[in-house]
């Protein structure tokens, strides 16, 4: 095992409900801050207890706001939501609406940027990339598009990003489309962009996608892009507990 490199604990989650993973970011976010502010003077960032962590889940169905989105890319009245059986939560990351479900592999990074690269653009094009080798593994060619966040196949959306960093560590992450029924996307101006649309792994392939296995994909460039050990867990060390 390389010793330069950093460890990050990876948790998946599974199927978890959008409010409870946000307090747990956030849980995560204030200890890795706490750790940050009450490091002795001297001490080594090597040294800290708390590693990094990087947690995967799947959503229910929940369209999720930043605070820089406008509510009007929400086509649906609260009703209407009842009835397709989703929700709608603000939320305090950048980037505007998106749309979380099943078939959905979603990132949370939650990573003091001290020990990676202090600079925003930087990460997310790291993250971009993690997601543009990852479709490249099923021989998709994925992209970027100047002045728009995220990963692109022919002109459409496959995985979007939108982040919160605080004292440089970060939290929220990127949302894979992998098997997700895209026809949830209609109910909104995904990520407020009018004239582009939305694809998935499973849409350009056509056929359903192993979700396990993207996932080890996913952990794979992730651990070669940002230098790090990635150790998983089955649940957060009790450290983390609030």
Known sequence: MN???????????GPAGYKPTWDLQKIIQQKLIDQKRNRPSGMSMDDDKL??????VEHPHVYTLGKSGFEEHLLRSNEELKKLGATYVK????????????????????????????DIHKYLR???????????????????????????????KICAMGVKCSRWVTMH?????????LSFFGHIVPCGIQDKGVT???AQLGKEVDEQEV?????????????VNIEQHSSLPELFAD
């Open 3 to 13: 010793s330069t490199k950093k460890h990050i604990i990876h948790v998946d989650l």
């Open 51 to 56: 590693d990094d962590v990087l947690l995967l």
């Open 91 to 118: 939320i305090d990351r950048g980037g505007d609406i998106t749309y979380h479900g099943p078939g959905q592999i979603v990132g949370y990074p939650i990573l003091d940027l001290d020990k990676h690269i202090t």
């Open 126 to 156: 790291r993250l971009e990339e993690v997601i543009i080798r990852t479709c490249s593994d099923y021989g998709l060619d994925a992209i970027r598009i100047d002045g728009l966040t995220g990963v692109w196949i022919n002109g459409e």
């Open 173 to 181: 992450g990127f949302a894979l489309n992998v098997n997700t029924d």
């Open 200 to 202: 998935s792994l499973s």
């Open 215 to 227: 996932k080890k994909r996913i952990l794979v460039h992730f651990s070669d892009i940002f230098n």
